[in-house]
């Protein structure tokens, strides 16, 4: 089974940016949808946004449109979560995920079978 190991997370200050890399252990990874998923204690992990596997699909959550970019860059077996004009409130584990049904763009938490392993990404006021 495909491994994902994201990277890329910190502290940053509001308004900073960051770029969250999700590298795969494998080929698979580009035939399969990409997700990313964030998750604050105590809370449910919820949408970030998605990309198809050609990335002609692409879906945001609300809370993240107009500042976060999703992106792939399948000869690298790579995906990329860009987050501009960050704010306090994007503080979470930010975790990506694959969804080998590859005709679909999922949201949710269940449409996803491999998860990584989260990076943190802290946003101070």
């Known amino acids: 089974q495909v491994q994902l190991v994201e990277s890329g997370g910190g502290a940053v200050q509001s308004g900073d940016s960051l770029r969250l890399s999700c590298a795969a252990s494998?080929?698979?990874?580009?035939?399969?949808?990409m997700g990313w998923f964030r998750q604050v204690p105590g809370k449910e992990r919820v949408f970030v946004g998605a990309?198809?596997?050609?990335?002609?699909?692409?879906r945001e959550a609300d809370s993240v449109k107009g500042r976060f970019t999703i992106s792939r860059a399948n000869t690298k077996n790579t995906g990329y979560l860009q987050m501009n004009s960050l704010k306090p409130e994007d503080t979470a584990v930010y975790y990506c995920?694959?969804?080998?049904?590859?005709?679909?763009?999922?949201?949710?938490?269940?449409?996803?079978?491999?998860w990584g392993q989260g990076t943190q990404v802290t946003v101070s006021s």
């Open positions: 494998d080929r698979s990874f580009r035939q399969s949808t």
């Open positions: 995920a694959t969804d080998s049904r590859a005709f679909r763009v999922g949201t949710t938490t269940s449409d996803y079978t491999v």
């Open positions: 990309i198809s596997w050609n990335g002609e699909i692409t």
